[in-house]
């Protein structure tokens, strides 16, 4: 099927930052594990760790344990995770790259390419048609007050896309989203994912994934108030929303 990964998290009513979407198995591609939820929110509050940091899942980075704002930590690479959110003047993490899968089947074994950055492949193994599995860039987690994890990138997965024996196709991988630290502009929300995508043949196909939304944020805290919101960014995941007030962005896995 084709759809999208794990959303980011945000921050519950009650405190607790939430975790990152769990994401989508890559199989039968492997390792089955592929495609990172999203990255763990974190929350601006006073507390005690454990409590009011979110976790990330399958890729994901988590958020920050308060009061240690930077204590977040990026989306792996190559899984497509986003990148945890952070609090009070820490860093938003970076979102992990994405990665693609092509397989194909000749006379004796399946063929199974792996792309862990962009490239060119050309078809000199005579294949017709491809399996796949493209997973985009996840997104940047948010800062501020609090902020929400970054989006997972998006995932597509299928069969039966036509290639052409003897052509050249451009493959690329999507980067993660860019970190942001408090007072970035744009406001500070993490950066979106970047689309992962495989082009080329005759006549030209495209197929491929948008990268993930950055986490929103619920606003500076340079004078001591929360100041001003942004919700997640929309994305191949949604980036999460940085409090109860505000939203998660919207899923568009595909390009």
Do not use: C
């Not at 988590?62 to 240690?68: E, R």
């Not at 940047?140 to 036509?162: E, L, M, N, P, W």
């Not at 929300?189 to 043949?201: A, D, K, L, R, Y």
Request: glycine share 34%; no cysteine; aromatic share 6%.
């Amino acid at each position: 099927g084709e759809t999208a990964t794990g959303s980011g998290s945000g921050n519950t009513p009650a405190g607790k930052a939430g975790d990152g979407g769990v994401g989508q198995i890559g199989t039968p591609f492997t390792p089955s594990t592929i495609a990172g939820g999203g990255g763990g929110g974190s929350y601006g509050n006073t507390g005690t760790a454990p409590h009011f940091h979110g976790v990330g899942k399958n890729g994901g980075g988590d958020g920050a344990v308060h009061p240690s704002a930077d204590g977040a930590t990026d989306g792996t690479v190559n899984t497509g995770g986003g990148g945890g959110g952070s609090s009070r003047g820490g860093t938003g993490k970076a979102g992990g790259s994405g990665l693609m899968f092509i397989k194909y089947k000749n006379k004796i074994d399946n063929r199974v390419f792996t792309f862990n950055g962009s490239t060119i492949w050309k078809n000199s193994f005579g294949a017709k048609s491809i399996d796949y599995l493209i997973v985009a860039g996840g997104g940047g987690g948010g800062t501020g007050y609090s902020g929400g994890g970054g989006g997972a990138g998006g995932v597509r997965i299928g069969s039966g896309f036509t290639v052409t024996p003897g052509q050249s196709y451009t493959i690329t991988i999507g980067g993660g989203g860019t970190a942001r630290a408090r007072g970035s502009s744009p406001a500070a929300t993490g950066g979106n994912g970047g689309g992962s995508s495989i082009e080329g043949g005759v006549p030209i196909q495209h197929l491929g994934a948008n990268g993930g939304g950055g986490g929103g944020t619920s606003g500076d805290t340079s004078n001591g108030t929360p100041t001003g919101t942004a919700r997640g960014q929309s994305g191949g995941s949604g980036g999460g929303g940085a409090s109860a007030k505000t939203n998660s962005g919207i899923g568009k896995a595909l390009t």
